[in-house]
């Protein structure tokens, strides 16, 4: 079993998606991250052990060889193609809990940013968690949060950043959403988010991790 989260860890690592992606040329015609994910499920091993074990451990490693200039954005990019290949093996596991909706809960990632990895598995977690949850996707600013409340009047919104650039747009979009909607919930998450830098913006709750956020959401309604 180690050896499988080893080999997915390492196709993570390495931007090896399935099989037949010729990227990288060292490991052409050898499994990718969609295989081994489907094997290690297969095998077994639980999702959460997949995620915490393999997946955002090699995410970390190619954030590092980023930062060190080892590797560049293109690199960056086959990665994260290639932990969205293995995660679309874990989607049904997590959504596989609840059917009864508790409430309806909006995310997206800031004006100005990309990232969509970690909105995308928070998004999972909370609809596996008896949410619906409505995607409104990266680089969205307040008109597309406030278009989806009109549709969706009691949700809570959730806002993801991932850049330190953009965390001012992410007090953009709670000051703007705060001043026409003061009583709305705003949780706000992301890698360089903080609970201080939550409270300093005026959102309601600030989660480092999916689980979290789930957590979170649920006290709200019990
Ligand atoms: Co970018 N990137 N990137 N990148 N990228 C980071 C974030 C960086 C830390 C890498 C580095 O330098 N070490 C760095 C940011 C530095 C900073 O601002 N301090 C960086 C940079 C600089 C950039 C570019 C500017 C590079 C360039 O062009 N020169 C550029 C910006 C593009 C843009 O957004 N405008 C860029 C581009 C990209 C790619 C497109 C190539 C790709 C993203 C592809 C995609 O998302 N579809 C990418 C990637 C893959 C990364 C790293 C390597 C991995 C991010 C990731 O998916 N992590 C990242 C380094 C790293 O994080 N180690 C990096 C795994 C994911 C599960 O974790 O997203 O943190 P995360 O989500 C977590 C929690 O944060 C939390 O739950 C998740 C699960 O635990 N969470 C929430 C997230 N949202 C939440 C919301 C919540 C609650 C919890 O409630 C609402």
Redesign the pocket.
């Known amino acids: 079993m180690e050896e499988i989260l080893k080999q997915l860890s390492y196709c993570v690592e390495m931007g090896k998606i399935n099989k037949a992606s010729p990227y990288p040329p060292s490991l052409k015609d050898q499994e990718g991250a969609d295989e081994l994910a489907r094997k290690a499920l297969d095998a077994g091993i639980s999702p959460g052990v997949l995620?915490e074990e393999a997946?955002?451990p090699a995410?970390?490693?190619?954030?590092?060889?980023?930062?060190r200039q080892e590797i560049?954005?293109?690199?960056?990019?086959m990665?994260?193609?290639a932990?969205?290949s293995a995660m679309a093996h874990l989607k049904p596991f997590f959504l596989s809990g609840e059917t009864k909706r508790k409430g309806t809960f909006i995310?997206g990632?800031v004006t100005?940013?990309?990232?969509?990895?970690?909105?995308?598995?928070?998004a999972m977690m909370v609809e596996g968690g008896g949410w619906e949850v409505v995607d409104v996707g990266?680089?969205a600013g307040a008109v597309k949060f406030f278009n989806a409340i009109s549709r969706h009047p009691d949700a809570i919104?959730?806002?993801?950043?991932?850049?330190?650039?953009?965390?001012d747009n992410m007090k953009k979009i709670v000051e703007e959403i705060k001043s026409k909607d003061p009583a709305r919930t705003i949780?706000?998450?992301?890698?360089?988010?903080t609970m201080e830098f939550c409270q300093k913006i005026g959102a309601d709750?600030?989660?480092?991790?999916?689980q979290?956020?789930v957590n979170y959401l649920n006290k709200l309604v019990s």
């Open positions: 995620l997946l955002i995410m970390t490693i190619v954030g590092n060889k980023f930062s560049f954005v293109p690199q960056m990019l990665s994260a193609k932990m969205s995310i990632t100005g940013d990309l990232h969509d990895i970690g909105k995308n598995l928070v990266v680089d919104v959730g806002l993801s950043a991932l850049l330190t650039t953009t965390m949780l706000v998450g992301g890698a360089p988010v709750f600030y989660s480092p991790d999916p979290g956020a």
